[in-house]
């Protein structure tokens, strides 16, 4: 909000959310809103009998894969296709259309099977 406010934006709604960071939204998973925001409204979000423990600690993985990607650190002894099937699984639980749109686009799968 504070960078929309800087730059002299009009403080739309869309702005306001496309400025949040992913953190922000692995965040609203955590144990200190389970009573107040996943009971009542972000269980809805996802597939059914997923717990916000486990919706937690798998968007949490991925948040971290993000930060050492954003921040330039070492990723090339991670498991590629581990993190590539994580991704691909959150996509699913969201929205089922981005995930199939991301496997037809993205050559990840096929770039690592010719690895040695």
């Known amino acids: 909000m504070a960078r929309i406010i800087r730059t002299g934006d009009v403080e739309l709604h869309g702005k ?8 922000f939204w692995s965040r ?19 597939p059914l009998g997923l717990s916000r ?12 894969l993000r930060n050492r990607v954003a921040h330039y650190e ?3 002894s991670m498991h590629h296709l581990t993190n590539w099937y994580r991704i ?4 699913d639980w ?9 496997e037809d686009l993205c050559t990840l799968p096929e770039v ?5």
């Open 88 to 91: 691909l699984e959150k996509l």
């Open 28 to 46: 609203l998973l955590a144990r200190h809103y389970e009573s107040s925001l996943w009971t009542h409204a972000l269980r809805h979000a996802f």
């Open 16 to 23: 306001v959310v496309a400025e949040l960071t992913f953190g």
């Open 74 to 76: 070492p990723v090339l």
């Open 53 to 64: 423990g486990v919706v937690y600690d798998r968007f949490d993985k991925l948040h971290k």
């Open 94 to 102: 969201l929205n089922s259309d981005y995930r199939a749109m991301v």
């Open 112 to 116: 690592a099977s010719r690895q040695p």
